[in-house]
């Protein structure tokens, strides 16, 4: 089963999360051959961590409770709050199968907070741009709950345009970036 982790920095928390660097990689290299995606998030100067995504398929609801919040950085408080869900890989591969690469462009995190009837369950055309793609599902998967998307695009309001607006209660775009060992 796939899963959608967001953890959400906890305002300065900078300094222990770069302590707890090291640790936190060690941690994801244990789910080295499950991650789909990682990546952190980042304010609008473009260095300061927000928050740290990775999508991951693991065995059911208890193992991807356990994955995020035996995490060190969430042991530690770097994390203000952790959204995770059930998430579909409509595109079937991971980041390190995008064809545009690890750099080159800017990056994004476009979360759509879903309400009522689904949306956006179809690849979009131009996937080209699509890192990874799918709905947010609750635990049973039965449930359409938003969706959750990385790709590269030229700014925000484009980024933002990956999502139907008018069909959920928000839309969130981050900066993010390719995650884990250089």
Same mark, same amino acid.
């Given at each position: 089963m796939e899963y959608f982790c967001y953890h959400r920095d906890r305002p300065g928390s900078v300094t222990l999360r770069e302590e707890l660097l090291e640790e936190h990689w060690s941690y994801m290299d244990r789910y080295a051959k499950e991650l789909i995606a990682r990546g952190p998030t980042f304010a609008g100067d473009g260095e300061t961590p927000t928050g740290s995504v990775h999508l991951v398929d693991l065995p059911g609801p208890a193992a991807a409770r356990a994955f995020a919040f035996d995490e060190p950085?969430?042991? &530690?408080? =770097?994390? !203000?709050?952790?959204?995770l869900r059930r998430w579909r890989n409509l595109l079937g591969r991971t980041m390190w199968d995008f064809p $545009? *690469?690890? #750099? *080159?462009g800017h990056r994004y995190l476009v979360l759509g907070l879903g309400a009522g009837q689904p949306a956006d369950l179809a690849v979009p055309a131009d996937?080209?741009? /699509?890192?990874?793609? *799918?709905? /947010?599902?609750?635990?049973? *998967? &039965?449930?359409w709950l938003g969706t959750?998307?990385?790709?590269?695009?030229?700014?925000?309001? #484009?980024? !933002? $345009? =990956? /999502? #139907?607006?008018? !069909?959920?209660?928000?839309?969130?775009?981050?900066?993010?970036?390719?995650g884990g060992r250089r």
């Open positions: 950085n969430y042991q &530690a408080g =770097v994390y !203000r709050d952790v959204l $545009g *690469g690890r #750099t *080159g996937r080209d741009e /699509l890192i990874a793609y *799918g709905p /947010l599902l609750s635990d049973d *998967g &039965a449930a959750a998307a990385l790709l590269r695009a030229p700014d925000p309001a #484009t980024a !933002r $345009g =990956v /999502l #139907t607006p008018d !069909r959920y209660a928000d839309i969130e775009v981050h900066d993010w970036e390719f």
